[in-house]
């Protein structure tokens, strides 16, 4: 198997091959039922000991890519029609039906969480008593920037990253900058607390009506507002995931009125089939458009930690105006998320629940 290693990259070498692996078998490379190269075969092709791929291949097994196949070797159980990880022709209706408001608390394996949190512990030592960068520790920061490289067709530097304590913190944040004096447009209906906390920090919110691809277009047409808080994958409580269509609509809006967007990627993890509609940000990536996401759902609600991604054009303003501020998550969290997500753990969790879902979903169908 041709598999290029950077052994110069900060990414793993069992991670790359993982990677690499997954890549092919999703293309289909390798189609359901073949055989993978040998654990041998691959390793010598690489450059690498076996242990280096036996990691990799657990991780390929882990997530239903492959199974292992006693004094047999390796095997694709990988299929685009019974698996997460295909679906770019599903519709967009059918994106939308597919959310659930899922409860992840009982699914984070606890074993797993408390090893990982002793394991940052006894590494890090005394570091997690020192003050954070103030937009967040780079470990943490290059952790997600990577991780949005891989799920979320986000490319950005680690300058653009802010980690903040949560969603509602990183509102504040977004009002802060953009200034005070602006009028929010805010999907109608939507988390009671996203205008809560705008109007807290004394801008004024316009509620915009919605049907099932979004907000109306005339709605965005006629309100007076400078900012439109969306989000665009699962709006809640009306579980509306926004159609392509309506989101190149916002996108017009922005830039017709030299308008910016704080785009909220709530539960863009547990999509339940397919993969998850393209990000607002990654549409303009250097332009107008803020994104938020947070931990709280994909690991626990105490995780009270969430980052923003800026475009360039506003870090100067991001400077001016609130680059004065603290990171307000302690550093033995951050260590711990950058650990969780460059292991695979994270990803591996939010595809355990993904399989759980999908076979809830086939249970009820039969």
Not at 108 to 114: G, K, R, T
Not at 141 to 159: F, G, H, K, Q
Not at 177 to 203: C, F, H, Q, W
Not at 206 to 214: A, F, T
């Amino acid at each position: 198997m041709n598999i290029q290693i950077d052994f110069n990259s900060s990414t793993p070498v069992y991670i790359q091959i993982y990677q690499a692996v997954r890549s092919k078998i999703i293309s289909g490379a390798f189609s359901y039922g073949s055989k993978l190269p040998s654990k041998r075969s691959l390793s010598a092709d690489c450059g690498v000991s076996i242990v280096t791929v036996e990691h990799a291949y657990s991780m390929l097994c882990d997530e239903d890519y492959c199974e292992t196949r006693e004094r047999s070797g390796y095997y694709v159980v990988y299929s685009p029609e019974r698996s997460f990880p295909s679906g770019e022709n599903i519709s967009e209706k059918s994106r939308m039906k597919s959310t659930e408001n899922i409860s992840v608390q009982a699914d984070i394996p606890f074993s797993v969480f408390a090893g990982r949190m002793r394991r940052v512990l006894s590494d890090y030592g005394e570091r997690i008593l020192m003050k954070s960068h103030p937009n967040g520790c780079q470990e943490l920061r290059d952790a997600i920037r990577r991780y949005l490289m891989r799920s979320r067709n986000i490319e950005v530097n680690l300058s653009q990253i802010i980690i903040g304590s949560g969603a509602e913190y990183l509102y504040g944040l977004c009002i802060q900058m953009l200034g005070r004096d602006r009028i929010i447009a805010i999907e109608n209906p939507s988390y009671e607390k996203i205008k809560e906390v705008y109007t807290a920090n004394g801008a004024v919110c316009e509620m915009l009506e919605m049907d099932s691809e979004g907000i109306r277009t005339e709605e965005l047409e006629k309100t007076s507002a400078s900012v439109l808080h969306v989000t665009p994958f699962h709006s809640f409580p009306s579980n509306i995931t926004a159609s392509a269509e309506r989101r190149a609509d916002y996108i017009k809006w922005a830039e017709s009125r030299n308008a910016f967007i704080i785009e909220d990627d709530y539960d863009s993890e547990f999509i339940m089939t397919g993969t998850a509609p393209e990000t607002l940000f990654s549409m303009c990536p250097d332009k107008n458009v803020i994104y938020i996401n947070t931990f709280s759902k994909t690991i626990a609600p105490s995780m009270r930690a969430g980052y923003m991604i800026l475009p360039e054009s506003l870090l100067p303003l991001y400077s001016e105006k609130i680059g004065f501020y603290s990171c307000t998550v302690p550093m033995l969290e951050q260590y711990f998320l950058a650990e969780w997500i460059d292991s695979g753990d994270f990803e591996r969790n939010i595809n355990r629940i993904r399989r759980r879902k999908n076979k809830q979903h086939s249970t009820k169908n039969d």
